[in-house]
């Protein structure tokens, strides 16, 4: 590998690139987090619980039931993880398109597509266990219900921690290292699910970049990443279901899932005992959650690449002249 492309990779430019994914996950997922807590729910709990609820009754019922702090229940851990989590994937995928060459001619679909697998791949492998720690806090609400109604809880170990670092010891200490990384099939296949979003949205900013130099709003960005959100999770949202429910250690007491189920034996007993149906249960709630979450992030994510690249390069510029 020469220098240069060295420079590239460690470069203020993919670190800006890092910083900004992680600042604008971060303001998104904080905007629309009671979405994902739906979104949780309904994948987890068995299928008659709410059946034929609309996401706004769900939300609703949940407040009633449990109280309004239920919907942000798990909230510190999720963004500390989706912080490291984007980190990771925005600073190796631009790392890789450094290497590939940045330049605009070098650009294609299928290019992002590959360059976005393998960031993903980097990414699951190194924060697969804070999403697991993420699913089961999450979810204490769930557990705490059951206790109240007399029945039992699915995973009871899931309510003895509060934070993402006693989630780890924990997990760890008691189900091993294979604890920490359930779900992590699932998740290797689910790299497709960022990779399809960056190549679409890559593809149409390059489509409204194309001929000007002048920088897109941010309504563009929004409705840009909004619209590569949904493609991507419609496409693979029944490999999203399983993961949630391997992470979180079988909470679907209707499945009477044996132990140590792999993700296409799920995928076929879902399909079997509750139809496609049951493999796209939750999909208003995500879609909702993850579009909006995705829009808003690519939105503030690019305003504030723009403006800190803007900055350094003023300061450099600035620099330059003393």
């Not at 999770?233 to 909470?251: C, D, E, F, S």
């Not at 995928?267 to 979450?293: D, F």
């Amino acid at each position: 590998m020469s220098q240069s492309k060295l420079k590239q990779v460690f470069s203020y430019q993919s670190w800006v690139h890092a910083v900004s994914g992680s600042a604008g996950s971060v303001i998104a997922m904080s905007a629309f987090y009671p979405l994902d807590t739906v979104r949780s729910r309904l994948q987890l709990e068995e299928p008659e619980r709410r059946k034929a609820l609309s996401t706004w009754r769900v939300l609703k019922n949940l407040i009633d039931e449990e109280g309004f702090d239920t919907l942000y229940r798990g909230l510190v851990p999720v963004l500390e993880s989706l912080c490291i989590s984007n980190f990771v994937y925005f600073y190796t995928f631009h790392s890789l398109k450094a290497l590939r060459g940045g330049g605009g001619a070098g650009q294609s679909a299928l290019g992002d597509l590959l360059l976005g697998s393998l960031a993903g791949v980097v990414n699951v492998l190194s924060t697969t266990p804070f999403w697991v720690v993420n699913t089961r806090l999450k979810m204490k609400g769930l557990e705490q219900h059951r206790q109240r109604d007399g029945s039992h809880g699915s995973n009871s170990s899931s309510i003895r921690y509060n934070g993402l670092l006693d989630g780890l010891q924990f997990i760890a200490r008691t189900e091993g290292i294979r604890g920490l990384w359930a779900g992590a099939i699932p998740s290797l296949m689910l790299v497709i699910n960022p990779a399809i979003q960056f190549m679409v949205y890559e593809s149409l900013k390059r489509r409204v970049t194309e001929g000007t130099s002048k920088s897109p709003s941010a309504i563009t960005f929004f409705g840009i990443g909004a619209i590569a959100k949904m493609i991507a999770t419609v496409l693979t949202y029944p490999l999203q279901l399983v993961q949630t429910k391997l992470r979180h250690g079988n909470a679907d007491k209707s499945l009477n899932l044996p132990p140590n189920i792999d993700t296409v034996q799920m995928l076929l007993i879902i399909l079997k005992r509750q139809g496609v149906t049951g493999l796209y249960r939750g999909l208003e709630a995500k879609l909702l959650q993850t579009v909006l979450t995705a829009a808003l992030m690519f939105m503030t994510y690019e305003k504030i690449a723009r403006f800190v690249t803007s900055l350094l390069l003023s300061k450099g510029a600035n620099g330059g002249r003393h």
